[in-house]
């Protein structure tokens, strides 16, 4: 069995700059793993898809295009399975709104996807999304691992004020955030019912 390295141990040695490429700036950022993982864990939990779902999105990971007004967050984690081994090939799909809360329902602006590389890992450079009536900021996201069953689900930003109205919103879903000279870098590691 090949020896995969755990979450816990990339963290500890520091090595998850090396790991993840983030831009020069976030790059020393630590972040702890989202949630993290120990064998029979649960998995990540599930969410609706929502109205805004569009099929077939571009593959890229910088959905950020020149003009597009909000803050910049770089997105990492890994896709693992509930003994924590990492699930190659897994298709990250994420789609959000945009700085003011509207959803680009005609093309597909900030909609991307990717594949988790051979160590399960997976990044989007996007903009921190506007939260809108009813719903706190958040990101859409469908994880469909090769044989495997489809994870649609949300993430949420800690210290959000309208994280306790919104009526979707789990802590669970919490991303790690931390700020870094005028960008944020932003980690969920996603646990899929598979092992």
């Known amino acids: ?28 950022v630590p ?3 989202t949630p993290e993982c120990h064998d029979s864990d649960t998995a990540t939990v599930r969410q609706t898809e929502g109205p805004f ?13 020149p003009g597009m007004a909000g803050p910049p967050i770089e997105l990492v984690g890994f896709v693992l399975t509930l003994g924590c081994r990492p699930v190659p090939d897994a298709v990250v799909d994420l789609w959000q709104a945009d700085d003011k809360g509207d959803y680009d329902n005609s093309g597909f602006r900030l909609r991307g996807h990717q594949r988790a590389d051979a160590e399960g890992r997976y990044r989007f450079r996007t903009i921190v999304p506007g939260a809108y009536e009813g719903r706190t900021r958040h990101f859409h996201v469908k994880v469909a691992p090769p044989g495997g069953r489809l994870l649609t689900t949300q993430l949420y930003f800690p210290g959000e004020p309208k994280n306790r109205k919104d009526g979707l919103f789990r802590r669970e879903l919490l991303m790690r955030t931390a700020k ?7 980690r969920f590691d996603f646990v899929l019912d598979m092992r």
Request: aromatic share 4%; no cysteine; hydrophobic share 45%.
């Open 31 to 33: 972040l702890n793993p």
């Open 1 to 28: 069995m090949a020896n995969f390295p755990t979450r816990r141990s990339v963290l500890t040695t520091g090595a998850l700059a090396s790991l993840l490429p983030l831009d020069a700036a976030l790059a020393q």
């Open 180 to 186: 870094k000279k005028g960008s944020l870098a932003g």
């Open 53 to 65: 779902f569009k099929p077939s999105s571009p593959e890229r990971a910088d959905l950020i295009e």
